[in-house]
């Protein structure tokens, strides 16, 4: 059979003054019986909210027979059943949800603290990178004009070692021409003193005899 809950009428409290605001107590009882009818025996009092099984339903009587969840059957009026929780109940339903999502609101407003604190911390990261970043883009950019600097320089002394290079070869062309010069003045001088030297031996030779002619021509006379 379905499953009902327990509703009670509204009533109005006895001492409220006509004429003024009144309000609806919330707490309400049934009366369970042995039977249908306000003769049988009150088995017990069933709370507002109370879920009970209905076996069956007798519209003559306006009571139905019910089972609670102890396993306990009885009658109670059909009129106090209904087929959804009772609105105190749905209330205190709804109040734990809120509750939950309170407790999960704040669950997630402190897990974005925590994020905004981890973006923060990510963003000062970025930030220190990209300038650690922009100083290697500068000493690159540096170490790049040294080395252009350096190539120049590199290629100013290649030009100057191949330079250098000429003027030693034509060095070493005129110190050979030098020393060929030098060696052909000494030549010079020794073919110059050698000639000397045989003009003087013949001279040395040639002398006595011209002297011998002279005479002998002088003694002819």
Not at 16 to 45: K, W
Not at 71 to 79: F, H, I, K, M
Not at 100 to 127: K, P, W, Y
Request: charge should be neutral; proline fraction near 2%; avoid cysteine.
């Amino acid at each position: 059979m379905k499953v009902y809950t327990l509703l009670f009428l509204i009533t109005l409290i006895p001492s409220v003054v006509v004429g003024e605001d009144a309000y609806v107590t919330d707490q309400f009882e049934v009366t369970m019986r042995s039977g249908p009818s306000t003769q049988n025996t009150i088995l017990r009092m069933l709370p507002s909210g109370t879920t009970v099984e209905v076996l069956e339903a007798d519209e003559e009587t306006g009571y139905s027979r019910i089972n609670t969840a102890s396993g306990t059957e009885g009658y109670v009026l059909s009129r106090f059943l209904m087929d959804q929780p009772a609105a105190r109940n749905q209330l205190a339903g709804m109040r734990r949800q809120v509750s939950n999502l309170r407790q999960r609101n704040q669950e997630l407003v402190a897990r974005l603290g925590q994020a905004t604190a981890s973006r923060d911390e990510l963003r000062q990261e970025r930030d220190r990178l990209q300038k650690g970043n922009q100083d290697k883009d500068t000493e690159l950019a540096d170490i790049r004009r040294v080395s252009a600097r350096a190539l120049d320089l590199d290629s100013q002394n290649q030009e100057l070692q191949t330079t250098l290079q000429g003027m030693n070869h034509r060095l070493q062309a005129q110190t050979s021409e030098i020393q060929e010069l030098k060696d052909r003045k000494n030549r010079d001088w020794f073919v110059a003193g050698a000639a000397v030297l045989i003009g003087g031996i013949l001279l040395g030779l040639l002398l006595p005899k011209i002297r011998l002619r002279r005479r002998s021509s002088w003694s002819d006379l």
